[in-house]
Every structure is written in C-alpha cells, then in structure tokens.
C-alpha cells in the first residue's frame, strides 16, 4: 500500500502528475484557488487515485510523481497539526537561520500581486492567469492549491540553498543539524532496496533497475545524460526543479553546487537548460577536483 517511504523515493505507484489545477479551471471557473473549496475538491481527485492503488505496491520501476508529495505534505500537515509553511519555518527555516526562504501563499496577494515580486525573477506567460508569474508559485496544481504544497511553491536564493545544503552536507559528517545516520538512510535507500542490498523479496538479485535513481527525496546521477554532467561522482545525490533549478551535494568532494534559473521564461518551450546545466556542472566538477580535500572540505561551490 501507500507509505511515506515509498512516496519519498517514487515507488509508490501514483502518477507522475494530474491536470488538477486546469480541471478546476475548466469544472469550477468560478472557485477561487486556494479557497476551501478549491482544497475539498483537489484532495477528492487525489483520493480517487489512491484509493486505485493496489493493497501490495508491486510497483517494479520507481515513476517521479509530484502526486506523491502533495499528499505527504498533507500527511504533515495531519500528523503536526500545523499548516506546512509554518512547520517549515519552525522546524527547518529559522533554526538553520534560512531568512530568504518561504512560501507564499494566496492569502498574502494582493490584487493578483506577490510580496516577492520586487524580489523574484519572472518564469512563464502563463495562459490560465493570463500574465507572466512573478513571486507566485509556477506550477499550475500548487497555485490552485494556494501556493503551499509539498512538491512546489517555496522560494528561495541561491545563498540560502546553498547553506541548506551544506547544513545537510555537515550531518553527513556527523556535526550537522540532523543526525547523521538519518541523512546516510535517506541518500542510500530507495523506495524498496538500499544500494547495500545484494538480495531482494525471496532472495531475487537486485538489479539497477530494482533501486533506480531515487532514493528517500533524493535523485542520484544516471549512467548517461546525467543532468550533473558526464563526470559527476557516482556518490552525489540531488534534485532538479520545473522552472530551471537544481541542487547537488557530493560527499566525497565535499563539495554542493546550486543552480537558480528561470529557463521557462517566457515559455516552458525554452529547453537550452538540457545542454547548459551538465556543462556547467562538469566545468565545476573538474575545478573542485583541482583543489585538495582539505580546501573543499565542508563548502560550497
């Protein structure tokens, strides 16, 4: 069935996205995103497509689904009771001292504008709002939702990403503000195996196709095409984003890189991203490898 663990790593068999924001749009022309209303009925639809999820996940072949982490930030939100930008900020965003990260949600518009937009870059002309999004949420199923989800809708800086990194990139070593053993589990593990396994369910040997890229939130570098560049250690774990960013982190280098672009302005049909961000990556690679460990050490580039 559905767990935390097999949504975090994109095995637990929910699709990889739904037109939620544009069935609303097109059902309910009248509901205004983010309302109680426009919640009822997006969590209704998400429903309808757990409750087709089979009672044993046989699910081989893990799937990226941004499903997945609206409902665990709903499950969050239950568990804590507490809405998730709040629980963000208390448990993540002040402790780490992470001033320029935050959501925004659609009770802080005003006429259509954002808090942020004297602070944000543009993304897309988007047809549904009939203008070009600035410090609003990109994707169409966070903005129906109000803007807080678990799979988009929280900005940032590139120096903030970077120090969120690093905090994580420290309890790896063991001196970080999460225990290291917790951050090594959800590097390693995937949605049904860890990298450690040598045998699955019934003594099958695990294939790489078994654990896949994912692990617990993290992506690892595929054999080819990686986004992080052809020669990116086979140790760093990542994840890209929509609008044209990305973080990777990489312990044996010691070493995070962070990338914050806006390559779906004007239009998503924008994907030079796909050949700038592996060579950029690999240009980095190679000037962090010609420094020594003890000057990279706990960093970030």
């Known amino acids: 069935g559905l767990t935390i663990r097999s949504i975090l790593a994109h095995a637990s068999g929910l699709p990889a996205w739904l037109p939620l924001g544009h069935r609303l749009w097109e059902q309910h022309p009248d509901t205004v995103p ?7 009925l997006i969590r209704g639809w998400i429903q309808s497509e757990v409750a087709k999820l089979p009672i044993q996940n046989t699910a081989t072949t893990p799937t990226y689904s941004d499903i997945g982490y609206i409902v665990l930030g709903w499950w969050f939100e239950s568990r804590f009771k507490q809405s998730l930008d709040e629980l963000i900020k208390s448990r993540v965003l002040t402790p780490w001292h992470l001033t320029s990260t935050r959501f925004v949600g659609t009770n802080e518009w005003t006429s259509g504008d954002s808090p942020l937009a ?3 870059a ?3 002309l988007c047809p549904i709002r009939k203008r070009v999004i600035v410090g609003q949420v990109h994707d169409e199923n966070a903005f129906a939702l109000g803007g ?24 790896y070593y063991g001196f970080g503000p999460v225990k290291q053993e917790t951050v090594k589990l959800f ?17 099958n040997k695990i294939s790489p196709a078994d654990l896949g ?36 982190i990489v312990p044996s280098l010691c070493a ?29 690679w190679d000037i962090v490898r010609q420094t020594t460990p003890q000057q990279n050490k706990f960093s970030s580039s």
């Open 213 to 248: 890229t994912w692990r617990l939130g993290w992506d690892t570098p595929s054999v080819t095409g990686s986004s992080g560049g052809n020669n990116i250690p086979r140790d760093a774990v990542g994840h890209l984003g929509f609008t044209g960013c990305s973080v990777w």
């Open 256 to 284: 995070t890189v962070v990338l914050l672009s806006n390559r779906v302005h004007p239009t998503r049909n924008n994907d030079a991203i796909k050949t700038f961000r592996p060579a950029l990556h690999n240009l980095i």
């Open 148 to 171: 807080v989800c678990g799979h988009a809708g929280l900005f940032s800086t590139a120096d903030d990403v970077g120090k969120w990194a690093d905090h994580l990139l420290n309890s």
């Open 122 to 124: 543009a993304t897309e």
């Open 34 to 40: 983010g309302s109680h209303e426009a919640k009822r």
């Open 187 to 203: 590097w390693t593990t995937g949605g049904r195996f860890s990298q450690n396994d040598t045998r699955g369910h019934f003594g």
């Open 118 to 120: 004297n602070f944000s």
